[in-house]
């Protein structure tokens, strides 16, 4: 084989594998479903409106389940975390889509925190919120984490996928947290339309009872900045 055949044949190799890799970026894109069941492809090609109100709709129904679970360790006020009303970064969450970046997807996250009287942090604090998890038929991950100072942590995922996560400390504040899904979408236009329809001086409470939490303002609410 010539010289001049060796590199026509290379180069026709490296157009192939070039080729390839492009097709295999844009089926990756259009194919990974997200908890919604929407490739990413799909979901950019909704209106923004509608992302935004599945959104709203996500938000509700994870901050019903929130309350719920808080009230199987106490009624009083619990201390926001995270209000979980604003998008985080899809890659940013405990679990992740392949592809998922910053800015073209997002997940949701609820935390609170509340301070238990004489609580230890032991292993059998753990158990009203892991019988709470068992009436609901979800399997519990039970761990011991933490090296200098550890601490329990009880996981759950609910049907609609959103995982539970409740952490018991020896300092007496146990964290109940939940994770959405991650989910395709514009995460910087989402919140950009969602602090449109917020007060200027919107910050959140500082604690509140469960159930008590931060609207998620309409998509037809009136547009405030």
Not at 15 to 38: I, Q
Not at 64 to 77: L, R, T
Not at 88 to 114: C, E, F, K, M
Request: hydrophobic share 35%; glycine share 8%.
């Amino acid at each position: 084989m010539t010289r001049r055949l060796l590199r026509r044949v290379l180069a026709g190799l490296a157009a192939t594998l070039a080729a390839v890799l492009v097709l295999s970026g844009c089926s990756m894109k259009g194919s990974t479903m997200d908890a919604a069941g929407r490739t990413q492809t799909q979901a950019e090609s909704l209106p923004l409106e509608e992302q935004y109100e599945f959104m709203r709709g996500r938000y509700e129904q994870m901050q019903q389940e929130f309350a719920d679970a808080q009230k199987q360790i106490s009624d009083e006020p619990w201390i926001w975390i995270s209000f979980g009303i604003n998008p985080d970064p899809g890659n940013t969450a405990p679990r992740q889509l392949v592809g998922a970046g910053a800015d073209n997807s997002y997940h949701l996250q609820i935390s609170a925190s509340i301070e238990v009287p004489e609580g230890q942090g032991a292993r059998d604090d753990l158990k009203p919120m892991i019988e709470h998890f068992d009436s609901l038929g979800l399997q519990t991950s039970v761990e011991k984490r933490g090296d200098t100072e550890t601490w329990w942590v009880a996981e759950a995922v609910t049907d609609e996928g959103n995982l539970f996560v409740y952490r018991v400390q020896g300092n007496g504040f146990y964290n109940l947290s939940l994770y959405s899904p991650t989910f395709w979408g514009d995460r910087q236009e989402l919140a950009s339309a969602l602090n449109e329809r917020q007060p200027a001086d919107w910050v959140g409470p500082e604690s509140s009872a469960p159930g008590d939490y931060a609207s998620f303002p309409r998509w037809s609410d009136n547009v405030t900045s």
